[in-house]
């Protein structure tokens, strides 16, 4: 069965928009990189990016991520300024072609998510450090008063797949305590809408990554949206021998067992999998 929702903040004020996620959200990838880990989601020019927004609104996203930075291991450092620019070509190309749309930045320097909302309109955060790599990002965030994506990870990209990082005593618990810790945290400087990602596949193994899927409904605790990004990941090429190419299979099994188990948004390289995966079971289990 879907997993109990009853006692879980299902609603956030996006830009104004009161989205309801007590239906699954599909939210796209836009990787404004020349480096992201899946090569098919690299836009690194305007004429890419204009294709690739054509193709998430075509194909029913809820949400559009944005991202500058990409953060597979081993990932190249990018500047702020950069980072920025390439944000820009995505925010523009959104904004020209969908201007209504719900535009989440992906990033976890507060100046980023900063100059995002303000120049940009941008509606969410999505901080992949959760708050461990810039120490302003949670008050950028309350003085922005905008909903943010809270994803567990430990070290850096760079890092985050070092012998150091990949040891839990539970791993589901673990995570649980971590968010449970940063939760108290943001509520008691005012922020309410705030999302919680996992973080499959940030320093943790593929046994480490199956094992928080099998417990995935436990996040209902937390009594907040949840957000999964599995898409394409090495969780699934590894497990199965194959390729990131090859895991739009592996991706949607996931999925699915990650609606079953009560998330709110999937993020998702490849939408229109998605939102037919959704429609089935949210059909299927309402």
Not at 27 to 50: E, H, Q
Not at 237 to 243: G, I, M, P, R, S
């Amino acid at each position: 069965m879907l997993s109990d929702n009853r006692n879980r903040k299902l609603t956030i004020n996006a830009g104004g928009k009161l989205i309801d996620l007590s239906r699954p959200q599909v939210m796209g990838i836009l990787n404004v990189t020349p480096d992201s880990f899946y090569d098919n989601s690299r836009c690194p020019d305007a004429t890419t990016v204009a294709k690739r927004v054509t193709a998430l609104i075509s194909e029913g996203a809820d949400m559009i991520d944005v991202g500058g930075y990409s953060s597979r291991p081993g990932c190249a450092d990018v500047s702020v300024d950069e980072e920025k620019r390439r944000l820009a070509i995505g925010f523009e190309a959104i904004r020209r072609q969908c201007p209504e749309a719900i535009i989440s930045v992906d990033t976890f320097r507060a100046e980023v998510a900063r100059w995002s909302v303000e120049e940009w309109n941008v509606q969410i955060i999505n901080d992949i450090s959760g708050g461990e790599m810039d120490d302003k990002m949670f008050d950028t965030v309350a003085r922005l008063n905008v909903p943010y994506v809270m994803m567990h990870m430990r070290g850096t990209p760079e890092a985050m797949m070092q012998e150091q990082y990949l040891h839990y005593e539970d791993v589901t618990a673990d995570v649980l305590q971590y968010f449970a810790t940063k939760i108290d945290r943001l509520t008691h400087m005012g922020i309410n809408d705030i999302i919680v990602d996992p973080g499959f596949g940030f320093s943790k193994t593929i046994d480490d990554n199956y094992r928080l899927m099998s417990h995935i409904d436990e996040f209902a605790q937390l009594g907040l949206p949840l957000l999964v990004g599995i898409s394409r990941k090495s969780m699934i090429y590894k497990l199965l021998d194959t390729t990131p190419k090859e895991s739009l299979n592996g991706t949607t099994a996931l999925n699915v067992l990650a609606l079953i188990g009560g998330a709110n948004i999937l993020r998702v390289h490849d939408v229109k999998e998605a939102v037919e995966a959704v429609k089935i079971v949210t059909k299927t289990i309402p």
